[in-house]
Antibody, heavy 119, light 107 residues
Framework: QVQLVQSGAEVKKPGASVKVSCKASGYTFTSYTIHWVRQAPGQRLEWMGWINAGNGNTKYSQKFQGRVTITRDTSASAAYMELSSLRYEDTAVYYC????????????WGQGTMVTVSS | DIQMTQSPSSLSASVGDRVTITCRASQSISSYLNWYQQKPGKAPKLLIYTASSLQSGVPSRFSGSGSGTDFTLTISSLQPADFATYYCQQSYGTPWTFGQGTNVEIK
């Protein structure tokens, strides 16, 4: 079935970087864009950026510009999100999501990866 | 950035009730409005896309309407599986933005 499977939970110190993976299966990886969305505890969902899995083009939210890098490996059907210079307020669940086949919406989501920033 | 505001932020309802959630955009977004359901500890699930189109596999008791700046999600007869948090999201322009969520609780 169509699914996105993310890497496991991470605990990082302030100032460090984290890299989360998102492996796709059940569909043609290069035909869609993959987006990253995060959700801090008790907060609304927040869009971070996307990558065109076909040509590798990216677009980032201005809020995260300079700190986030989204990449992909077509041979592995996987996308990656790296966030640097971590702060306590980056503690959140990070989701990858596919931008859908029908309509401009996130139709498939990964299970989420908890990233905790703690000293 | 386009601001999305949902109302109410929470509501209590009984099984079988008709429930309506409203989402307002800070500027016109045409019909580029989606609705998601999220249960605790789970990823969001797409319910409605482009304001009124039902995602495959989603029960027909869910419906969406609206265009421009004002949108609604309606659950015609609330079921036990529907107790969750609902988010609207605009895909008119980046950054894509979400509403603050509406928590639907059991009365």
């Amino acid at each position: 079935q169509v699914q996105l499977v993310q890497s496991g939970a991470e605990v990082k110190k302030p100032g460090a970087s984290v890299k989360v993976s998102c492996k796709a299966s059940g569909y043609t990886f290069t035909s869609y864009t993959i987006h990253w969305v995060r959700q801090a505890p008790g907060q609304r969902l927040e869009w971070m950026g996307w990558i065109n899995a076909g040509n590798g083009n990216t677009k980032y939210s201005q809020k995260f510009q300079g700190r986030v890098t989204i990449t992909r490996d077509t041979s592995a059907s996987a996308a990656y999100m790296e966030l640097s210079s971590l702060r306590y307020e980056d503690t959140a669940v990070y989701y990858c999501a596919r931008f859908g086949a029908l309509g401009d919406a996130f139709d498939i989501w990964g299970q989420g990866t908890m990233v905790t920033v703690s000293s | 950035d386009i601001q999305m505001t949902q109302s109410p932020s929470s509501l209590s309802a009984s099984v079988g009730d008709r429930v309506t959630i409203t989402c307002r955009a800070s500027q016109s977004i045409s019909s580029y409005l989606n609705w998601y359901q999220q249960k605790p500890g789970k990823a969001p699930k797409l319910l409605i896309y482009t304001a009124s189109s039902l995602q495959s596999g989603v029960p027909s008791r869910f419906s969406g309407s609206g265009s421009g700046t004002d949108f609604t999600l309606t659950i015609s007869s609330l079921q036990p599986a529907d107790f969750a948090t609902y988010y609207c999201q605009q895909s008119y322009g980046t950054p894509w933005t979400f509403g603050q969520g509406t928590n639907v609780e059991i009365k």
